[in-house]
């Protein structure tokens, strides 16, 4: 399940990066490093550390 996380949020930040500097689409393309960003977290929270 990590994995996939890391996944979405890499894809996220990439889309988030192209839609920044490519389009100027407004605060819309911020919500793509948003959503990114608690992928992240919740992976992180979720994970056991030993």
Known sequence: MSNFLYTVAIVLLI???LG???YNT???IH???LVAAIAVFV???K???V
Do not use: M, R, S
Request: charged fraction near 15%; aromatic fraction near 16%.
């Open 43 to 45: 992976d992180i929270t």
């Open 20 to 22: 920044f500097f490519l």
């Open 26 to 28: 407004g605060a819309a």
């Open 47 to 49: 994970t056991e550390k």
């Open 15 to 17: 889309l988030w990066a």
């Open 31 to 33: 919500i793509l490093i």
